[in-house]
């Protein structure tokens, strides 16, 4: 069955920076576009970054475009997010997603998140 | 930026049916997708493409999709339907995927 298992989480200085990974399994992991959302405390879901099936595309949330970086490596089955110059405002639990087909469609699974707080 | 409103609550007493909307400018011409959060839990699809259902997700739940309003309609409602609900959309103009705010619905 498919698995999204996310990791890297924990509490950061205003300023710094955190990597998160998401572990897949049960599925052919380079055949899907992967996703990263996140959720303040208390408050709704927010798309951060999708990258394509095949690495070459990535999309940026306006509010992370140019300190987050979105990354797969196919050979470990792993999602990446590099998260530079965190602000209390990042504080949320982050969810890797796999998409259906396509790069564009519906997010069909989803991972249990890990929490990121920035807090000095 | 492309903006979904959902209205922040909706309250429905069991076996009756729960309507809740996702507003969007011109939504009728994008594909809607409806995840259900429960308390503590990681978001699961409900609905996508307006209005196909995932294996395993219940009949009582479907969807609708028409000009400015798109409509998750959950039928016969059961306590175990309390959660929030979130409605997405590909924004192709700016290559952004959007959720809207949330719906939390209320078994009474």
């Known amino acids: 069955q498919v698995q999204l298992v996310e990791s890297g989480g924990g509490v950061v200085q205003p300023g710094r920076s955190l990597r998160l990974s998401c572990a897949a399994s049960?599925?052919?992991?380079?055949?899907?576009?992967m996703h990263w959302a996140r959720q303040a405390p208390g408050k709704g879901l927010e798309w951060v970054a999708l990258?394509?099936?095949?690495?070459?595309?990535?999309y940026y949330a306006d509010s992370v475009k140019g300190r987050f970086t979105i990354s797969r490596d196919d050979s470990k089955s792993t999602l990446y997010l590099q998260m530079n110059s965190l602000g209390p405002e990042d504080t949320a639990i982050y969810y890797c997603?796999?998409?259906?087909?396509?790069?564009?469609?519906?997010?069909?699974?989803w991972g249990q998140g890990t929490l990121v707080t920035v807090s000095s | 930026s492309y903006v979904l409103t959902q209205p922040p609550s909706v309250s429905v007493a069991p076996r009756q049916t729960a309507r809740i909307t996702c507003g969007g400018n011109?939504?009728?011409?994008?594909?809607v997708h409806w995840y259900q959060q429960r308390p503590g839990q990681a978001p699961v699809l409900v609905v996508y493409?307006?209005?196909a259902r995932p294996s395993g997700i219940p009949e009582r739940f479907s969807g609708s999709n028409s000009r400015n309003t798109a409509t998750l309609t959950i039928s016969r409602v059961e306590a175990g339907d309390e959660a929030d609900y979130h409605c997405?959309?590909?924004?192709?103009?700016?290559?952004?995927?959007?959720f809207g705010g949330g719906t939390k619905l209320t078994v009474l």
């Open positions: 990258i394509s099936y095949d690495g070459n595309n990535e």
């Open positions: 997405q959309v590909w924004d192709n103009p700016t290559d952004h995927w959007v």
């Open positions: 493409d307006d209005g």
């Open positions: 049960g599925f052919t992991f380079s055949s899907f576009a």
């Open positions: 997603a796999r998409g259906s087909s396509g790069n564009f469609a519906f997010w069909a699974y």
């Open positions: 011109d939504i009728g011409s994008k594909s």
